[in-house]
């Protein structure tokens, strides 16, 4: 499991945002969004610089936490 810091993440709508962009990339991937700790936490069999190149293109660039 990756997890990753993401500052922009402020509500629902991002974390649905963020699982639809991984699911995009892998359906079978799990995501876990904490809205509080602005990270994400994902079970993916996506490369990671694909998974974080995606989430930087749908607006939540991010960091290894």
């Known amino acids: 499991m990756i997890t990753l810091s ?3 993440i402020s509500c629902g ?3 649905r945002s963020i ?3 991984v699911k995009e990339l892998d359906p079978a991937a799990t995501v ?3 809205i509080t700790a602005r990270t994400a936490s994902i079970d ?3 490369d990671l610089q694909a998974l ?4 930087a ?9």
Not at 52 to 55: E, G, I, T, Y
Not at 57 to 65: D, H, K, L, R, V
């Open 6 to 8: 993401i500052p922009a």
């Open 13 to 15: 709508h991002c974390a």
């Open 19 to 21: 699982t639809s962009a």
């Open 32 to 34: 876990q969004v904490d």
């Open 44 to 46: 993916s069999a996506a």
């Open 52 to 55: 974080r190149d995606k989430l």
């Open 57 to 65: 293109a749908e607006g939540y660039p991010s960091t290894p936490p």
